[in-house]
């Protein structure tokens, strides 16, 4: 139970981060170059209507049973809201917030780090708050295609007939959730609070 | 340390805004002298913004040229032209998110200075527009008042030594009750730092008393230029001398102010 929760942890940690380390960049990139930016949307939005069971199926395809497979579903899934709310968090920083950036002469890069980025930390937090959460719920699926995450115990309690480990795994997979949301609606808050 | 102020020429500069109809500016020429402090005046929507915003480059120019030094502005870096441009605006656009020695701070960071002569740099700012450093370093902008943030505003515009400084309605959003105070230490804290300055203000008072020569704008034009006494003593035009002079009372008021002005200077 206690290794099927830290595999859970991880998965969907690891793939957040992997997920926020291309789509935070990108979107800062590219949040005023709506040309380039529409068009990745619209990708990362066709992705995140993909059914997750389809989805896995195909990656279980092409990359075989196991966490690969999984890892790469959540990454998948996690780019979209992470992208989105950051591209919508730059987009709500005050015109004239950004003139004055802008007339300052700091290199773009520079600005966006020092400036736009926490101006816009509100909104990139709730987008990696979604993002968890749906990594959790859908790292719970990937047991069903041999993931070692919280899903595999509730999927061996379903096989066997087994109701206390399908409701050990169901409660851990509630609990992370909730503790994920929680913890990510204190930090917006006190980002907020500034 | 400090580098020479600019001078600048506007070269029959024209704004045009897509979508609107009367351009922003129209066929404006004039020179501003290293080292003069132009006032800019006229009513909202005259220009006056807009001439500012063409010297960094907010707003490009339709038609005509604006120079820098003789150079014109298009062949400056455009990083390096802003960092060398001072700018403050109305509502002044602190970071709520930084101190106010980190608001300070983004430019000198960025021109690589070391961390002793930032801090240092910040402190004497602080200091010379009246906020005890030791206090109002670590303060964020949401714990300071109008008028401090305003101050803030200008310290920050000043900070790297700007060759050129931006001041737009810098005291707009200050209590009347605390304006003359901050002109008067704006007025102490720029002849100190020695560079070209424009600064636009609808306050006709405001640009008496900080102007070397007044820019009077009008829909776009430059409906005339010139120091304040030969503009107050005898106005050009109607409208001249109806925004500046204002009735016979007035205009008395402030020949005489301007004359005492002249002795303090």
Request: charged share 30%; hydrophobic share 35%; proline share 6%.
């Given at each position: 139970m206690i290794s099927a929760l830290v595999a859970h942890v991880l998965l969907c940690a690891v793939a957040v981060a992997i997920a926020a380390a291309i789509a935070i960049p990108s979107a800062l990139a590219l949040a005023e170059r709506p040309r380039f930016e529409r068009p990745l949307s619209a990708l990362l939005g066709a992705l995140y209507t993909v059914p997750s069971l389809a989805l896995l199926a195909v990656l279980v395809r092409f990359v075989g049973l196991g966490n690969t497979s999984v890892e790469i579903a959540l990454v998948l899934y996690a780019l979209y809201a992470i992208f989105r709310s950051t591209v919508a968090g730059i987009r709500a920083i005050p015109a004239e917030q950004r003139e004055v950036a802008a007339a300052l002469g700091l290199p773009d890069w520079r600005r966006r780090l020092r400036v736009d980025v926490p101006l816009a930390m509100p909104a990139i937090l709730s987008g990696l708050r979604i993002a968890t959460l749906g990594s959790i719920a859908l790292a719970t699926l990937g047991g069903y295609v041999g993931g070692s995450g919280l899903g595999s115990i509730v999927f061996t309690g379903f096989a066997l007939q087994n109701r206390t480990m399908l409701v050990e795994g169901a409660l851990g997979v509630v609990a992370l959730a909730l503790l994920g949301e929680f913890a990510f609606r204190a930090l917006e808050f006190r980002t907020q609070r500034l | 340390m400090s580098d020479a102020p600019y001078s600048v020429a506007f070269d029959r500069a024209s704004v045009r805004f897509p979508g609107s109809a009367a351009p922003a500016l129209e066929n404006l020429s004039l020179q501003v002298a290293a080292g003069e402090l132009l006032a800019v005046v006229g009513a909202?929507?005259?220009g006056k913004s807009t001439l500012l915003r063409c010297l960094n480059r907010l707003v490009e120019l339709s038609e005509g040229r604006v120079c820098i030094d003789g150079r014109e502005i298009g062949e400056f870096d455009l990083g390096a032209l802003r960092r060398s441009i001072g700018y403050a605006i109305q509502g002044?656009?602190?970071?709520?998110?930084?101190t106010v020695a980190e608001n300070l701070a983004l430019v000198p960071e960025t021109l690589g200075w070391p961390r002793e002569r930032t801090n240092a740099r910040v402190d004497e700012l602080l200091a010379a527009v009246r906020l005890e450093p030791t206090i109002y370093?670590?303060?964020?902008?949401?714990?300071?008042s109008g008028g401090q943030a305003q101050r803030i505003g200008i310290a920050r515009a000043l900070v790297a030594y700007p060759r050129l400084l931006l001041l737009d309605e810098p005291f707009g959003a200050v209590d009347p009750i605390l304006r003359p105070h901050l002109q008067a230490e704006l007025l102490a804290v720029l002849r100190e730092a020695r560079t070209t300055t424009l600064f636009v203000t609808h306050d006709v008072d405001e640009a008496l008393l900080l102007g070397n020569r007044i820019a009077v704008m009008r829909d776009g034009r430059l409906q005339t230029i010139g120091t304040p006494r030969a503009l107050l003593e005898d106005p050009p035009d109607a409208f001249t001398a109806e925004l500046l002079c204002g009735d016979e009372l007035l205009h008395r008021y402030r020949l005489a102010r301007l004359d005492e002005r002249g002795r303090r200077l």
């Open positions: - | 909202s929507g005259s002044v656009g602190l970071f709520a998110h930084l370093r670590n303060r964020r902008p949401r714990e300071l």
